[in-house]
Nanobody, 123 residues
Framework: QVQLVESGGGLVQAGGSLRLSCAAS????????MGWFRQAPGGARDVVAT????????YYTPSVRGRFAISRYNANDTMYLQMNFLKPEDTAVYYC????????????????WGQGIQVTVSS
């Protein structure tokens, strides 16, 4: 399976922005749906956003709609999550995932997870 590498996390004040990146290493994303998930301390790993191969369908969990934007560039096997108007409750470890099954709920990956990257939003 392709390895996924996240970057772009860090510490930001509430109301600020961050852009997460996910790159494929040693392979290609392939013609599959991709997604971002997050896990807060003591919580479950939940879906944040998903995007199908041709970017025609995107899903956002309700708490981030209007603030986050997912995108992908298949030519160079990268995916992004633009996060604006960040809130303290967005604090979590964010994971990118390949081959997300977007046809059944809850969304799950059938492929790879990235190593995760910390996003901390201070109030």
């Amino acid at each position: 399976q392709v390895q996924l590498v996240e970057s772009g996390g860090g510490l930001v004040q509430a109301g600020g922005s961050l852009r997460l990146s996910c790159a494929a290493s040693g392979g290609s994303f392939g013609p599959v749906a991709m997604g971002w998930f997050r896990q807060a301390p003591g919580g479950a790993r939940d879906v944040v956003a998903t995007i199908v191969y041709d970017s025609s369908v995107k899903y956002y969990t309700p708490s981030v709609r209007g603030r986050f934007a997912i995108s992908r560039y298949n030519a160079n096997d990268t995916m992004y999550l633009q996060m604006n108007f960040l809130k303290p409750e967005d604090t979590a470890v964010y994971y990118c995932a390949s081959d997300v099954d977007v046809w059944s709920w809850p969304y799950r990956t059938r492929g790879s997870w990235g190593q995760g990257i910390q996003v901390t939003v201070s109030s």
